[in-house]
């Protein structure tokens, strides 16, 4: 959704309102109007506790660490987005502990 939801793939023109892109600039996540993949514990944090004030969910007390590796590592690796980072449970339990 335009100016809601921002793409998973890295690369992709994304306005929205400040309120949301200096969110993803925090994170990492937006730079020059464009979604970037970001660094890997960044995205481990936003699957686990979501980004408040923002449509994204938190999913750290619905998925167990194996499953959010799996996600984080799918969505890495997916939808034109080619880092070739593999999540191990290990940094989702790490994550979880900070």
């Known amino acids: 959704m335009p100016g809601a939801i921002p793409p ?3 690369g992709k023109p994304f306005t929205a309102p400040p309120a ?6 925090q994170r990492g996540f937006y730079n020059a109007g464009k979604i970037v993949v970001g660094p890997v514990a ?4 936003i699957v686990l506790k979501g ?3 923002t449509p994204m969910p938190a999913f750290g007390t619905q998925l167990g660490d ?3 590796a ?3 590592t799918y969505e ?3 939808f034109g987005n080619q880092t070739g980072d593999v ?5 989702v339990k790490a994550a979880r502990a900070k």
Do not use: E, F
């Open 70 to 72: 799996a996600l984080v």
């Open 8 to 10: 998973i793939a890295g």
């Open 76 to 78: 890495r690796n997916s």
């Open 42 to 45: 960044r995205h481990i944090d």
């Open 87 to 91: 999540v191990q449970p290990s940094a």
């Open 20 to 25: 949301m892109t200096d969110l993803l600039v």
């Open 66 to 68: 194996a499953d959010i």
């Open 51 to 53: 980004i408040p004030g």
